[in-house]
């Protein structure tokens, strides 16, 4: 009896049901009778509350595949119109003209969203990695590690129209409204969560593999360069994935400063729009339907990229906790 | 001829405030095999890592006195020299999962950054691998993951990149206490071996181990060295009476 009461596979109301009845089966005092009772409204209240979470994880799914299906439909004309060449097109106009006719084309966006994260994401590695290594190996306690853990995961909680604003007053007098411009911006916002998870997998590093290397003459950079860097190696390259994944996204602090310019980028100083930038720039302007939905079908893109950007990034974390 | 390799003077070691190992003072002569043994908490591995300045690894471990390798006191060194002399092996067998075989017993070298031929490294290899018995068993299979052995292949792989190193001194942390019991017995039949080019230190809770593989005994009680005698005698006549009541079982 006891053992099924300890198996962890068998769920708790189950448990209470063998408990019940082996003692229904077994000389019973009043006491027990009374807890009998008590236990049977527990199961009751542990199934109700059971299908309750189960109701809302279900909606949480519909809701999702519900935002998904609303850009689909909400694209359809502009899907119909352009077919895949929407994605190629290098031309944004919509507003029709004797030489111009109304055009839309994803692609200086697209590009612009993927160059703006990139660049972000290759000015804020070694930031991030430092942070990681400093605290998941050199200094794991302490009021520095703590004031500097601290710090970084504010930098998370920051409103992004405080780094529009921040861009706006100290980075656009120097370098203009730009590319580079929004990838800084970028680059500072997304280090907590490269540098959150790399933490946490250093600090997940076995202790004795450490000590195997520092029992050999290794030094601590020995050590962080031949045994933890290895061992973390794929969940860094999550955590790289996952800020990559929030960069992508990124909308206010972007549109503030890169500029709105709505042709193909000629470099990383010139000004430019990003998925996300169109959207929150010409949606609630616009009145054409084609337009409309070719602004969503922007956010589709994105939303897919994102996803699979996100997804490829969780599959590594979870591989690599397993192990 | 014995001559004395390890002079532990007056050491003591913490954790923060809590005071490890207290005032130990203890001779150790050069190629005997020394078995330290104790209860849980007495402070033997502690004390062993302080030998090789591994204790001091753990964040508020602190540690004075004199350890003297060769007169030399190895709390003046730097600790990386003191770890090339004083080789390690721990209580879980811990290759490392990323090397193959091969590197894994060179693995101090990659490790250092030191450079050697392929020839040489061909050499320290099979030389390593042949004093840890496992030579015979792995040499078809040296490019294979370490990970891919068994218990007792893996600590005998730890052992070997140990001695790759070519120290004087060799610690033993428990180092059977994760294997079965023939694994077990490969290792002790290892340490008699091993012996004849280095001096020995085996922490071990397993009073027939330490009688079976040891030439002298160090029994520690609450931080402190109570006895340290040949290991016949401490078996057979000890004098102080916790060593006694240790022995016979009386508490553990």
């Given at each position: 009896?006891?053992?099924?009461?300890?198996?962890?596979?068998?769920?708790?109301?189950?448990?209470?049901?063998?408990?019940?009845?082996?003692n229904?089966?077994?000389?019973?005092?009043?006491?027990?009778?009374?807890?009998?009772?008590?236990?049977?409204?527990?199961?009751?209240?542990?199934?109700?509350?059971?299908?309750?979470l189960?109701?809302?994880g279900?909606?949480?799914?519909?809701?999702?595949?519900?935002?998904?299906?609303?850009?689909?439909?909400?694209?359809m004309?502009?899907?119909?119109?352009?077919?895949?060449?929407?994605?190629?097109?290098?031309?944004?106009?919509?507003?029709?003209?004797?030489?111009?006719?109304?055009?839309?084309?994803?692609?200086?966006?697209?590009?612009?969203?993927?160059?703006?994260?990139?660049l972000?994401?290759?000015?804020s590695?070694?930031?991030?990695?430092?942070?990681?290594?400093?605290?998941?190996e050199?200094?794991?306690?302490?009021?520095?590690?703590?004031?500097?853990?601290?710090?970084?995961?504010?930098?998370?909680?920051?409103?992004?129209?405080?780094?529009?604003?921040?861009?706006?007053?100290?980075?656009?007098?120097?370098?203009?409204?730009?590319?580079?411009?929004?990838?800084?911006?970028?680059?500072?916002?997304?280090?907590?969560?490269?540098?959150?998870?790399?933490?946490?997998?250093?600090?997940?590093?076995?202790?004795?593999?450490?000590?195997?290397?520092?029992?050999?003459?290794s030094?601590?950079?020995?050590?962080?360069?031949?045994?933890?860097?290895?061992?973390?190696?794929?969940?860094?390259?999550?955590?790289?994935?996952?800020?990559?994944?929030?960069?992508?996204?990124?909308?206010?602090?972007?549109?503030?400063?890169?500029?709105?310019?709505?042709?193909?980028?000629?470099?990383i100083?010139?000004?430019?729009?990003?998925?996300?930038?169109?959207i929150?720039?010409?949606?609630?302007?616009?009145?054409?339907?084609?337009h409309?939905?070719?602004?969503?079908?922007?956010?589709?893109?994105?939303?897919?990229?994102?996803?699979?950007?996100?997804?490829?990034?969780?599959?590594?974390?979870?591989?690599?906790?397993?192990? | 001829?014995?001559?004395?390799?390890i002079?532990?003077?007056?050491?003591?070691?913490?954790?923060?405030?809590?005071?490890?190992?207290?005032?130990?003072?203890?001779?150790?002569?050069?190629?005997k095999?020394?078995?330290?043994?104790?209860?849980?908490?007495?402070?033997?591995?502690?004390?062993?890592?302080?030998?090789?300045?591994?204790?001091?690894?753990?964040?508020?471990?602190?540690?004075?006195?004199?350890?003297?390798?060769?007169?030399?006191?190895?709390?003046?060194?730097?600790?990386?020299?003191?770890?090339?002399?004083?080789?390690?092996?721990?209580?879980?067998?811990?290759?490392?999962?990323?090397?193959?075989?091969?590197?894994?017993?060179?693995?101090?070298?990659?490790?250092?950054?030191?450079?050697?031929?392929?020839?040489?490294?061909?050499?320290?290899?099979?030389?390593?691998?042949?004093?840890?018995?496992?030579?015979?068993?792995?040499?078809?299979?040296?490019?294979?993951?370490?990970?891919?052995?068994?218990?007792?292949?893996?600590?005998?792989?730890?052992?070997?990149?140990?001695?790759?190193?070519?120290?004087?001194?060799?610690?033993?942390?428990?180092?059977?206490?994760?294997?079965?019991?023939?694994?077990?017995?490969?290792?002790?039949?290892?340490?008699?071996?091993?012996?004849?080019?280095?001096?020995?230190?085996?922490?071990?809770?397993?009073?027939?181990?330490?009688?079976?593989?040891?030439?002298?005994?160090?029994?520690?009680?609450?931080?402190?060295l109570?006895?340290?005698?040949?290991?016949?005698?401490?078996?057979?006549?000890?004098?102080?009476?916790?060593?006694?009541?240790?022995?016979?079982?009386?508490?553990?």
């Amino acid at each position: 009896m006891n053992s099924s009461i300890d198996n962890p596979l068998i769920t708790r109301s189950e448990n209470l049901e063998r408990v019940i009845n082996y003692n229904a089966k077994s000389e019973v005092s009043v006491k027990t009778k009374n807890s009998i009772k008590r236990s049977h409204r527990q199961i009751k209240t542990e199934v109700v509350f059971r299908r309750t979470l189960s109701v809302i994880g279900w909606l949480m799914i519909a809701l999702v595949i519900g935002i998904l299906l609303t850009l689909i439909w909400q694209s359809m004309p502009s899907i119909k119109k352009y077919g895949f060449s929407y994605v190629w097109t290098q031309v944004w106009n919509p507003t029709a003209s004797v030489v111009n006719p109304e055009v839309f084309g994803a692609l200086p966006f697209l590009f612009g969203t993927l160059l703006t994260s990139f660049l972000a994401l290759l000015i804020s590695i070694p930031f991030s990695l430092a942070v990681a290594i400093f605290l998941g190996e050199y200094y794991p306690e302490g009021w520095f590690s703590n004031l500097l853990m601290n710090t970084v995961e504010l930098i998370a909680s920051i409103p992004s129209v405080i780094y529009g604003f921040w861009g706006l007053a100290v980075i656009i007098p120097i370098l203009g409204k730009s590319i580079m411009t929004s990838s800084l911006i970028l680059a500072v916002m997304i280090i907590p969560y490269a540098a959150s998870l790399g933490r946490s997998m250093i600090r997940m590093v076995p202790a004795n593999l450490k000590e195997a290397a520092y029992s050999l003459g290794s030094t601590r950079y020995e050590v962080i360069r031949s045994v933890i860097i290895p061992y973390v190696k794929s969940g860094l390259f999550a955590g790289v994935l996952l800020s990559l994944g929030r960069a992508l996204g990124e909308t206010m602090a972007v549109t503030m400063v890169i500029g709105n310019n709505n042709s193909f980028p000629k470099s990383i100083f010139s000004t430019g729009n990003t998925l996300a930038s169109m959207i929150a720039l010409e949606l609630p302007e616009a009145t054409d339907d084609t337009h409309i939905s070719a602004l969503v079908e922007l956010g589709l893109i994105l939303f897919v990229v994102t996803v699979v950007i996100n997804l490829i990034g969780r599959k590594i974390i979870s591989r690599y906790s397993n192990v | 001829m014995e001559s004395t390799i390890i002079k532990s003077v007056g050491y003591n070691a913490y954790f923060g405030d809590n005071h490890v190992v207290k005032n130990v003072n203890m001779e150790i002569a050069r190629n005997k095999a020394i078995a330290v043994m104790g209860p849980s908490g007495c402070g033997k591995t502690t004390f062993l890592r302080g030998i090789n300045r591994m204790h001091e690894l753990i964040p508020g471990a602190t540690a004075n006195g004199q350890i003297l390798l060769d007169g030399e006191d190895v709390l003046e060194m730097h600790p990386i020299f003191v770890r090339l002399k004083i080789g390690m092996v721990f209580q879980r067998p811990n290759p490392f999962p990323n090397l193959s075989i091969y590197d894994n017993v060179i693995a101090g070298y990659l490790l250092n950054g030191i450079k050697l031929p392929k020839s040489e490294k061909d050499i320290i290899v099979e030389k390593s691998l042949t004093k840890v018995a496992l030579w015979n068993e792995v040499k078809d299979s040296l490019v294979k993951k370490g990970s891919f052995l068994s218990g007792g292949q893996q600590q005998r792989l730890c052992i070997a990149r140990a001695v790759a190193m070519e120290p004087e001194v060799l610690l033993f942390d428990e180092p059977t206490s994760a294997l079965d019991p023939i694994s077990t017995s490969t290792v002790e039949d290892l340490f008699h071996e091993l012996k004849r080019n280095y001096t020995l230190i085996i922490v071990t809770h397993n009073m027939q181990q330490a009688a079976r593989v040891s030439d002298l005994t160090a029994f520690f009680y609450m931080g402190e060295l109570v006895e340290y005698d040949d290991t016949k005698v401490m078996f057979t006549n000890p004098k102080d009476t916790r060593t006694q009541n240790y022995i016979t079982g009386r508490f553990s």
